[in-house]
């Protein structure tokens, strides 16, 4: 229950966020430095738009991986962890490696997807284990991706 309550909160700093940004300014409220950041991320996925517009039908929505769907709340937050990752160079180092990935790919977008299931192997391994991620694999992971 404290989970489904979680979560809704955190889809709620979504809706809210995606609110203000389509109602626009003077008319809207002004967004908040982490509504920027949502809003940012949201804008880089097209294909979340009508999600974030319609809160009424995805607010209490599972997405299950074993079905292949890839949950868009998730997917958004973990570009949000990449950017503020990025923003203090958290692990150390880090962000070198998100310029040479930059440098590959030439897309922003695309450097920090390489990035993301990096981190989502962090996060699911540390879930597993019950322990804080690893930085020292993390950055490994990021710095010599083995894809692509």
Known sequence: MLFDQDRNALRQVFFRAW???SAGE??????????KLVVLVALRHPEYHALLAHPDASTDRDWLPESGETNPFLHMSLHIAIEEQLAIDRPPGLRACYQALLKK?????????????????ALWRAGRDRTPPNDADYLECVCQPSQG
């Open 19 to 21: 609110r203000k940004h």
């Open 105 to 121: 790919f030439g897309d922003e977008h695309e450097a920090q997807h390489r990035m993301l299931d990096c981190l989502g192997e």
């Open 26 to 35: 003077p008319a809207g409220e002004p967004l908040s430095g982490a509504e």
